[in-house]
Nanobody, 121 residues
Framework: QVQLVESGGGLVQPGGSLRLSCASS????????MKWYRQGPGKERELVAA????????TYADSVKGRFTISRDNAKNTVYLQMNSLKPEDTAVYYC??????????????WGQGTQVTVSS
């Protein structure tokens, strides 16, 4: 079965950290770029971070640079998002998806359920 399953979200205080995971199955994970998106309350979905298939190049939204780190383990078919120094404006549902190339706009799979991150004191 082809799927992406996000996990690791939760409630955290400002300044705290979370590590999100996205486990994949059913497709050749190691041949695709992976991206994390998020959608906050009343907002459009926005790109947070992306990583190439081999993991050698990453890119980030300006709003998360220096705080978030995307990584992947192709042996485990999993991509991660380490989030540090979290802010209330990071509150959102976080999604991952696979892309043919880093500059591809359309993902190869349907969006999953995502994982909720809430940053609040």
């Amino acid at each position: 079965q082809v799927q992406l399953v996000e996990s690791g979200g939760g409630l955290v205080q400002p300044g705290g950290s979370l590590r999100l995971s996205c486990a994949s199955s059913g497709f050749s994970f190691s041949t695709y770029a992976m991206k994390w998106y998020r959608q906050g309350p009343g907002k459009e979905r926005e790109l947070v971070a992306a990583i190439t298939a081999a993991g050698g190049y990453t890119t980030y939204a300006d709003s998360v640079k220096g705080r978030f780190t995307i990584s992947r383990d192709n042996a485990k078919n999993t991509v991660y998002l380490q989030m540090n120094s979290l802010k209330p404006e990071d509150t959102a549902v976080y999604y991952c998806n696979a892309y043919a190339l880093m500059n591809s706009r359309s993902p190869i799979l349907a969006w999953g359920q995502g994982t909720q991150v809430t940053v609040s004191s």
